[in-house]
């Protein structure tokens, strides 16, 4: 008879020590999560302005030509950076945003499939077919700024 009541006891002051290490776990969890996504943003946004630095200096050409020469270098410098865009999708997207992340990434790709779009057809004189790359490229990026915000970014995609 003794041994039901130790038992009971033992049974609730365990229940009692796990409900307490998990509801003091929870907040550090919490906690962790939101640094790395902080950390996450942090990095992205680096790579973001990194690549703004370096087309800058470009301008915004008129004329065809101009646009062609503008991202024959462009293009190149946009897909090292969303090779490190990438790289950091790879090893450090938070937890619990991984699908936001690969919607993300998708979103940034397709951009940079239309920006080629653009200096090919800038290239060969067609601008008609600038136009609507550019209307594209304008739509794609203005889904990756949502995305982006939603990410806690402030310079991939934002104005």
């Known amino acids: 008879m ?20 998990l509801a003091l776990a929870a907040p550090a969890s919490l906690a962790q999560r939101q640094a790395m996504s902080r950390n996450f943003a942090r990095a992205a946004d680096a790579n973001c302005a990194a690549l703004g630095k370096l087309t800058a200096p470009l301008g915004s050409p008129k004329t065809l030509p101009g646009i062609a020469h503008k991202l024959s270098i462009a293009v190149p410098a946009f897909t090292m950076a969303l090779r490190a865009q990438a790289e950091l999708a790879t ?7 991984a699908s936001l992340v690969s919607t993300w990434m998708k979103s940034m790709t397709s951009y940079l499939h239309e920006m080629g779009a653009i200096r090919r057809a800038a290239a060969a004189g067609k601008a008609a077919a600038v136009t609507n790359a550019n209307n594209r490229v304008n739509a794609i990026g203005g889904r990756a700024a949502s995305l982006s915000k939603r990410l806690g970014l402030h310079v991939c995609f934002q104005s």
């Open 2 to 21: 003794l041994r039901k009541p130790l038992l009971a006891t033992a049974t609730l002051a365990i229940a009692a020590a796990t409900a307490t290490t």
């Open 91 to 97: 090893f450090d997207t938070p937890a619990g945003q």
